[in-house]
């Protein structure tokens, strides 16, 4: 059984950063994209960025200069690094892997940021 779970999120003022991680357990096989989601209450889910398996990454234009997202393929790990927060990234923030066969989602780890 795969699962993912996320882990960072917490409460930082305005400007401040976190790191978001995300391990991934079980039999997780030829992982394509591993990216990140995040949900403000009241609005749908949306894409904040992907990392390929060959390490090209993309980002949400709210993202862009932002924030950072890496992996470790050996650790099945990726992570958000997040500068600059703002009140408006206040969200649940869901990773994702994308295999082959199928597409895994962790639980969500909330960040909030104070103004």
């Known amino acids: 059984q795969v699962q993912l779970v996320e882990s960072g999120g917490g409460l930082v003022q305005a400007g401040g950063s976190l790191r978001l991680s995300c391990v991934g357990s079980g039999s997780i096989r030829n992982i394509n994209a591993m990216g990140w989601y995040r949900q403000a209450p009241g609005l749908q889910r949306e894409w904040v960025a992907t990392?390929?398996?060959?390490?090209?990454?993309y980002y949400a234009g709210s993202a862009k200069g932002r924030f950072t997202i890496s992996r470790d393929n050996a650790k099945n790990t990726v992570y958000l690094q997040m500068n600059s927060l703002k009140p408006d990234d206040t969200a649940v923030y869901y990773c994702n892997i994308a295999t082959v066969l199928s597409t895994y989602w962790g639980q969500g780890t909330q960040v909030t940021v104070s103004s």
């Open positions: 990392i390929s398996s060959g390490g090209s990454t």
